[in-house]
């Protein structure tokens, strides 16, 4: 059976890319901070920035899948030595072992914030990089490392951009965790500015198939692709609106001046929509999952969870507010 790593594995899309591993019968070692609660799962507690912890977990594994990082431009705000260390270290650290464990291939998961305000949109894979935020720059570096890698070294690779992925369980740091959270909650959707900025959403599940055809398809070897869903673009006042009628809790939007939020003009991306020609011709990837059939699973499972969701938007919002006072 072959074995793959996943570092980052009790994270966001780190549990979702691991349950699509095993279900297409791959062993899989998870290496994260902390504990991955998944059946089948090999867990290993450790970090990025400690080279045995890596070499424990990737023992026997022929494929990396490296997702352990400081997500998101909030983070990377008031974080910004942890991001860039993180990141841009631990990325090398991964792919030092990588060469010296004779890994056969790295997929290592990007993010759209690499593209910075685009040109044009939709983004394609050779649009420039003008990363605005420390997250988006440490991302940047880590494709040039594993490049680089390849290189000097010949470890093949697959690179995935990731646009606004969404999920059930997606933690209360995020637009749509936020204003779904909330919606359930009877609680105020902030909208920054006029709610015009432009994003395209794509959900957990599509995103982590897009990820794990990096290793099963050998197309993508050396190779960097957008995995998101160029279907449906949508504003953020358009969304809260959907989000609203959907949880049926009217009357919850909140406009907030961008010089009153914890944005900024300067760093705020506009418009965020994905070219996913490339990955649907190479991969054979298209985003299954449509806007209203996530939205409505989400809420669905959030309405039904309400206890836990309190708890989230309580513990998410307390260590924003630490992040904030330093």
């Known amino acids: 059976m072959t074995k793959v790593l996943v570092t980052g594995g009790s994270g966001f899309v780190g549990r979702a890319a691991i349950k699509n591993l095993l279900q297409k019968e791959f062993a899989v070692n998870a290496l994260d901070m902390y504990e991955v609660d998944i059946p089948g799962v090999n867990n290993i507690q450790g970090s990025v920035l400690n080279a045995a912890d890596i070499n424990r977990a990737m023992a026997g594994c022929e494929y990396v899948v490296h997702l352990a990082a400081v997500l998101g431009v909030s983070k990377s705000t008031y974080m910004p030595m942890e991001c860039l260390d993180v990141n841009i270290i631990g990325t090398r650290n991964i792919l030092k072992a990588c060469v010296e464990n004779k890994v056969k291939k790295i997929v290592f998961s990007s993010s759209s914030e690499v593209y910075g305000e685009p040109d044009k949109i939709p983004i394609s894979e050779d649009d420039p990089l003008q990363p605005k935020s420390e997250y988006g720059h440490s991302k940047v570096v880590g494709e040039e490392y594993v490049k680089a890698c390849k290189k000097q070294f010949d470890l093949d690779y697959t690179i995935v951009r990731y646009f606004n992925v969404y999920g059930p369980d997606q933690a209360n740091s995020w637009v749509m965790s936020k204003f779904t959270n909330n919606a359930v909650l009877g609680r105020k959707l902030d909208i920054y500015g006029d709610g015009t900025q432009v994003r395209a959403f794509c959900h957990v599940n599509d995103s982590a198939e897009g990820l794990v055809q990096g290793i099963v398809n050998p197309k993508s070897d050396n190779d960097v692709f957008n995995i998101g869903n160029s279907k449906e673009q949508i504003s953020m006042k358009d969304l809260a609106q959907k989000i609203v009628d959907i949880a049926d809790r009217p009357d919850l939007l909140n406009f907030i001046p961008m010089e009153e939020s914890d944005r900024t003009k300067e760093r705020e991306i506009y418009k965020r929509v994905p ?14 999952i ?12 959030k309405q039904q969870n309400i206890e836990k969701i309190k708890e989230e938007v309580k513990r998410t919002e307390e260590f924003e507010e630490s992040l904030k006072n330093g």
């Open 275 to 288: 070219d996913t020609e490339k990955a649907r011709k190479i991969l054979g990837f298209e985003a299954q």
């Open 290 to 301: 449509s806007l209203n059939q996530g939205l409505k699973e989400i809420i669905a499972y």
